[in-house]
């Protein structure tokens, strides 16, 4: 039996690497799609310039059943970096596949941030308005416009998957909770204490295993979507920057002390949201899927990742991949 082929766009980033995993794990030939792609099936994209022409004959060749974008960029801030990474990307990629012919269903993940700020104890569901109001989540919505009008005009099989804030092993070293496991890693090494530095922005967010949103994704491949096809993957949860960075330092058995740095003026705004709880009933019901995994087997299985010696980095360009 043939095992159906998906292309994963920024398979090197951060989601991009959990995506492949559970694809390769639920019966999937994947090809990784990125700047530096690995493996022995993969696409090479170039390092500047459109994608169009380099991928649309590599779909028509390969004829995936899946398309899956999970490439984008937040923790770089330049505006122009970030506009290509998500904005034009998303367009290049729908464009190749609809030159292409190839009648695969296209999985793009855009992000929590493109919503507007709702006030607590409010979830977020999918009808929330989108008014973002930093400039990854701006960049992140016009990439879903963009991709969405060609989608509606060329007849693509397209689905959305509004990731909340990802977390998990191979996280960015320049995340909170990546910078936390980097000083808590260096007090390790050096038998001492770590200081964790956190800003008291008083924010909540929704914090959701990489691995849940990559399982997510193979159940959107080929779920009976209808007309919801704008789908949110969280937890469910709200919860506090400082709570998580105290699970993962809890985790470590690294003796520490948790500083909460007053928050500069227009801190908060620019981070993007103070509060963040995902409604996922209609993933729930959609998709068939859930978060299966605990804010404990996250933090301990980042730990894991990190005592293996594997690289603690994601990606930076089109291939990052990371969630605010």
Request: charged residues 20%.
């Amino acid at each position: 039996m043939t095992r159906p082929r998906a292309v994963v766009v920024g398979a090197s980033g951060f989601l991009g690497r959990h995506v492949r995993s559970a694809l390769t794990t639920a019966g999937w030939q994947v090809v990784a799609a990125a700047r530096h792609p690995d493996g022995p099936r993969r696409i090479a994209l170039p390092p500047a310039g459109p994608l169009r022409p380099v991928l649309t004959p590599a779909l028509r060749d390969l004829s995936p059943a899946l398309v899956v974008n999970a490439a984008g960029l937040i923790w770089r801030p330049e505006p122009a970096a970030m506009a290509v990474a998500n904005a034009e990307v998303p367009e290049q990629i729908a464009l190749a596949l609809a030159d292409s012919g190839v009648p695969a269903r296209l999985v793009h993940l855009g992000s929590c941030l493109e919503y507007a700020p709702v006030p607590p104890p409010v979830a977020i569901d999918e009808r929330t308005p989108t008014r973002p109001t930093s400039p990854y989540g701006r960049t992140k919505l016009e990439g879903c416009r963009r991709l969405g009008a060609v989608a509606a005009a060329r007849g693509l099989d397209a689905v959305v998957l509004r990731v909340f804030n990802a977390i998990g092993p191979g996280m960015s070293p320049v995340s909170v909770l990546g910078a936390a496991l980097a000083a808590l890693r260096a007090a390790r090494g050096r038998g001492g204490r770590a200081e964790l530095r956190l800003l008291n922005l008083r924010q909540h967010r929704d914090y959701v295993d990489a691995r849940d949103v990559a399982d997510a994704v193979v159940a959107a491949a080929t779920a009976a979507v209808g007309e919801d096809r704008t789908l949110n993957v969280g937890s469910g949860v709200a919860r506090s920057a400082e709570e998580v960075v105290r699970a993962l330092a809890g985790a470590s058995g690294v003796g520490h002390d948790l500083v909460l740095v007053p928050a500069p003026a227009g801190a908060a705004r620019a981070a993007g949201a103070g509060w963040q709880l995902a409604d996922i009933r209609r993933a729930r019901a959609v998709l068939g899927w859930s978060p299966r995994r605990s804010l404990s087997t996250t933090v301990r299985d980042v730990w894991s990742y990190a005592d293996a010696d594997y690289p603690a980095h994601a990606t930076h360009g089109r291939e990052k991949g990371e969630q605010a």
